[in-house]
């Protein structure tokens, strides 16, 4: 009898490993599936067996050992930048971006929430010379799960998040599940108002997936989205306010089938989303590798599709999010741009699930 090897610890936790019970299955079908509680509860790798090429990772993160030497005291982690380079982040309770004044004495920035100063960690901002810093993907990328159960193809985490060490406003609770079928992978993620004022929540995921061949200028994109969110350059990739109609332009993924990526750069937030049978759909498609990725997610709350795929990377993060990017900017006018409100006791959703598909 062979053991396999054990899995490392992250933030404090060992990884969990999901597997399928049952691989009866004509197709592409999942295997497994690693999760690390250190990290809130971010997917490491996800896998699955492919006619003719037998397992693959699905997931553009590399070796275990090696996610584990970046995400435990690299330098450049701070309020947990790494989880988002690789794998899934889960992204709570914001996705995206925050805009505020930099404060000069500590990095953070202070901005106002519903009608509150609050001060984010300013995590993230453009490159250039000069460019703004901002606040990026929430509040749970290095927080440590409370209380975990698992089974041999679910695990569920629970966070007692409070107000996320003074910088949200009431207080949080936050139950993600993980479950793997052959068929699917859904993620599940709840967050209840556990305080006693109003909690804006905005909930995303940050999955890259890779392109199995390869070949990205013949992967395929398919977003049924009407509307693409301006932004100032890519650098910064900051709102404008404005949204553009995606018809007629190199960014209209909504073709059934998707579009070829080609030479297209992107990192833009796709709205105005046409939802079949109350889930908000996405596609990835690999002609080379004969595979395609689904996404969906119930809309509402979902409301965008952030899609952020670099001309020189194999790879597409393909992120359902509740909000588009900083929420509570002047320059949306006071128009929904998706963050959900919720009343002392209340709760919200957020429903993933991921299917594989033969091209």
């Not at 997917?43 to 553009?60: D, H």
């Not at 997610?297 to 409301?303: D, I, L, T, W």
Request: charged share 25%; net charge negative.
């Amino acid at each position: 009898m062979t053991c396999e090897p054990a899995l490392p610890a992250i933030g404090g936790a060992p990884v969990v490993r999901l597997q399928c019970e049952d691989r009866d299955r004509a197709g592409p079908a999942f295997t497994s599936a690693d999760v690390a509680p250190g990290r809130g509860m971010l997917l490491l790798q996800l896998r699955a067996v492919l006619p003719g090429r037998g397992e693959v990772e699905l997931l553009a993160t590399p070796p275990l050992d090696e996610v584990a030497r970046r995400l435990d005291g690299g330098p450049d982690d701070f309020a947990g930048n790494r989880s988002f380079s690789l794998g899934g982040a889960i992204l709570l309770p914001f996705a995206n971006r925050i805009r505020g004044r930099p404060l000069t004495d500590r990095r953070e920035i202070e901005t106002r929430v519903l009608g509150h100063i609050v001060r984010l960690p300013r995590n993230w901002g453009g490159r250039a010379a000069g460019a703004e810093q901002y606040a990026m993907h929430g509040l749970i990328l290095d927080r440590a799960t409370d209380e975990l159960e698992q089974t041999r193809d679910r695990v569920r985490g629970r966070l007692r998040v409070g107000d996320f060490g003074g910088h949200w406003l009431s207080r949080t609770e936050v139950r993600c599940d993980y479950a793997l079928r052959p068929g699917a992978l859904d993620l599940t993620v709840a967050a209840s108002n556990v305080g006693p004022e109003l909690l804006p929540i905005g909930i995303g995921w940050h999955p890259y997936f890779r392109c199995i061949s390869g070949d990205r200028k013949q992967a395929k994109l398919y977003i049924p989205a009407s509307g693409r969110v301006v932004v100032n350059n890519y650098d910064e990739v900051l709102p404008t306010g404005e949204v553009q109609p995606v018809s007629g332009t190199s960014y209209d993924f909504s073709q059934p089938g998707g579009r070829a990526l080609g030479e297209l750069y992107l990192d833009d937030c796709f709205v105005d989303l046409a939802p079949r049978d109350g889930r908000a759909v996405a596609e990835w498609i690999d002609p080379a590798a004969g595979l395609g990725l689904r996404v969906s997610a119930a809309a509402p709350p979902v409301s965008a599709f952030q899609a952020y795929a670099p001309i020189d990377q194999a790879f597409v993060a393909l992120e359902p999010q509740y909000n588009r990017a900083d929420p509570f900017g002047a320059e949306w006018n006071g128009a929904d741009t998706g963050m959900v409100v919720l009343r002392p006791g209340e709760t919200t959703t957020y429903a993933v699930r991921v299917e594989l598909f033969q091209v």
